[in-house]
């Protein structure tokens, strides 16, 4: 589903070098947990996958669409959360979802109905005809998260899904990203919660410092590292 190829970004003029000739492939039915300590190239990875940023040298392909050439259909075919949900303020939370949905051109039978499921599971129901400058953090986590699943992509890129997230809403999230993969989508997904990413990862890459340190599923890296947990091999690899 995503093939990343030797990408590199760089800022300040090549001198701070944020992702360092990364590779990665992350298979359809799988959830990806995307590891490493703050500013090891995370978000940077992430924002180039969706098209956000362009990588210095490298490629990346979605769903077999190059990010660089065929941006629109790729971007069709994913729903991207970001790690902080800057959102149209001085919109409602319903005017919110519609936008999105026009975007995405989602039906109108499908959007309302969509619409009524991710609200009523978040929470949201009562608050959605409010301006979303009155929501609080994690109301804006979640009207974005809604955002970005209201057209059934495929392949959810999700950066710190879990921020902000009461822990009923979070256990929710977690059922449906299990539930995703296993009708054969994709999750790809950044996390610091090492316990969240040892019960729901498939496969979990760690970054450190630009480059992909380690990549496997928990009982590769705990066999590679010799260590017992996710959280040892994290402290290891990232020290």
């Known amino acids: 589903m995503i093939e990343i190829s ?65 941006m629109l259909q790729a971007k069709k ?33 499908e959007r309302r109905e969509r619409m009524e499921y991710f609200l009523d599971m978040f929470g949201l129901t009562d608050a959605a005809p409010d301006l979303i400058k009155s929501y609080s953090h994690g109301m804006k986590q979640k009207i974005v998260l809604t955002g970005a699943l209201i057209h059934n992509p495929e392949l959810w890129i999700l950066d710190e899904p879990m921020v902000g997230l009461d822990p009923k809403s979070a256990f929710q999230l977690k059922e449906l990203m299990r539930k995703h993969c296993d009708n054969g989508n994709t999750v790809f997904f950044s996390t610091h919660i090492m316990e969240v990413a040892e019960k729901l990862c498939d496969r979990i890459g760690i970054i450190n410092k630009g480059k992909l340190v380690a990549i496997g599923t928990l009982d ?20």
């Not at 992702?19 to 298979?27: A, E, G, H, M, Y």
């Not at 995307?34 to 210095?56: C, E, R, S």
């Not at 590679?224 to 020290?239: G, M, R, V």
């Open 6 to 70: 030797n990408i590199s970004k760089s800022y300040s003029k090549g001198e701070i070098k944020a992702v360092d000739n990364l590779s990665l492939k992350v298979n359809r039915g799988e959830i990806f947990g995307f590891l490493g300590p703050n500013g090891a190239g995370k978000t940077t990875t992430i924002k180039m996958i969706v098209g956000l940023l362009n990588p210095d040298q490298g490629s990346i392909t979605v769903n077999g669409l190059d990010i660089r050439h065929q």
């Open 77 to 109: 075919c994913m729903g991207y959360a970001p790690d902080n949900p800057d959102v149209y303020e001085k919109l409602t939370g319903i005017e919110y979802l519609n936008f999105i949905a026009d975007v995405y051109d989602v039906p109108l039978k």
């Open 220 to 239: 590769e890296l705990k066999k590679k590292e010799h260590a017992e947990s996710l959280e040892n091999i994290f402290l290891e690899l990232t020290e």
